[in-house]
């Protein structure tokens, strides 16, 4: 199984990009479903989480202009991300952990400029 992600590209700040992730087959008993960003010079972080029964969790820099969304039945999530700055800028990964294993998406690259 393979997670696709799509939706990443270049804005100017204060704009808003929205983040798809698609699984390629049905995964079972996802427990967690996330997003993470590799922002130049520092390691990667989980921006925004999503668990099972649908509680969210989101990094304090983004708390409030993202919103991380999931489609059980497409085995889809996506990110909507409002008022982006330069920091923001990054390659966005998508993630969901099931009871046997940990998937990754290839990464979108997510470029604010001022």
């Known amino acids: 199984v393979q997670l696709q992600a799509s939706g990443g590209g270049s804005v100017q700040a204060g704009e808003s990009l929205r983040l798809s992730c698609t699984a390629s087959?049905?995964?079972?008993?996802?427990?967690?479903r996330a997003w993470y960003r590799h922002t130049p010079g520092a390691q990667r972080e989980m921006v925004a989480s999503i668990r099972g029964g649908g509680t969210t969790y989101y990094a304090d820099s983004v708390e409030g202009r993202f919103r991380i969304s999931r489609d059980i039945r497409k085995d889809q999530i996506f990110l909507q991300m409002d008022s982006l700055n330069v920091d923001d800028t990054g390659t966005y990964y998508c993630?969901?952990?099931?009871?046997?294993?940990?998937?990754w998406g290839e990464g979108t690259q997510v470029t604010v400029s001022s």
């Open positions: 993630f969901m952990k099931s009871p046997w294993r940990d998937y």
């Open positions: 087959a049905k995964i079972s008993g996802v427990q967690v």
